[in-house]
Structure formats: C-alpha cells, structure tokens
Nanobody, 122 residues
Framework: QVQLQESGPGLVKPSQMLSLTCTVSGGSITTSYYAWSWIRQPPGKGLEWMGA???????YYSPSLKSRTSISRDRSKNQFSRQLSSLTPEDEAVYYCAGGGGGSWYGEYEYWGQGTQVTVSS
C-alpha cells in the first residue's frame, strides 16, 4: 500500500544542481526504523546507492557523493528530497527513491518509486 513517487526536472545543465523529491503515500517517512534512500542507474550500468535518510532524520551518504549531495525531509508533506550539485554528464541516470523497514537498511528495499529520467546536457 505504500507508494513512492519521484518528481523533479528531467533535463539539467552541467554544473547546475539537481533537486528531486520523493513523495511517500500510504505510510509515514517517520515510521520507526524505516530508512529512505536515493538510488540511481546510469545507462547500461547497475544500481548505485547515493544516500539515505532514516526515520529519525539521520542521513547517510555514499562517500563518492558526500561532498555534493544532501538529503532532507518534509514531514508535513511526507516527502524526502535530494540535492545533487555540480552535475556532469556522468550523473545522467534514472533516479529512484526507495525504502521501507528491515532489509531497506541493507539495500533490500521494500518499496520502490518508478524512477525518473534525468538528462544532463548543455
């Protein structure tokens, strides 16, 4: 019953910032022990975990992206968002939000969004 929906721009210019929002319905992002992640999949490549925000607001980031990404939440809207700065063509990918409890802490996500295509181009 829990559903996730990504939203944000589909086209971003290099060096600009990408802001994506994940809206969660059917459940609360503050549900105890739940974790919510951002994952991306570049063309022809596998899934890459980018970061996560836990039920208590704690954030976790991939070391390779920590310097230019952040995750926040809006409890009133039951949303969590990600900002990725200094975009390059290598950041072009399908971006997903995913999460839930239990295995979501280990990459075995209980709920997935449908994903949103982000193109980085001048």
């Amino acid at each position: 019953q829990v559903q996730l929906q990504e939203s944000g721009p589909g086209l971003v210019k290099p060096s600009q910032m990408l802001s994506l929002t994940c809206t969660v319905s059917g459940g609360s992002i503050t549900t105890s022990y739940y974790a919510w992640s951002w994952i991306r999949q570049p063309p022809g490549k596998g899934l890459e975990w980018m970061g996560a925000i836990a039920y208590d607001g704690s954030t976790y980031y991939s070391p390779s992206l920590k310097s230019r990404t952040s995750i926040s939440r809006d409890r009133s809207k039951n949303q969590f968002s990600r900002q990725l700065s200094s975009l390059t063509p290598e950041d072009e990918a399908v971006y997903y939000c995913a999460g839930g409890g239990g295995g979501s802490w280990y990459g075995e996500y209980e709920y997935w969004g449908q994903g949103t295509q982000v193109t980085v181009s001048s």
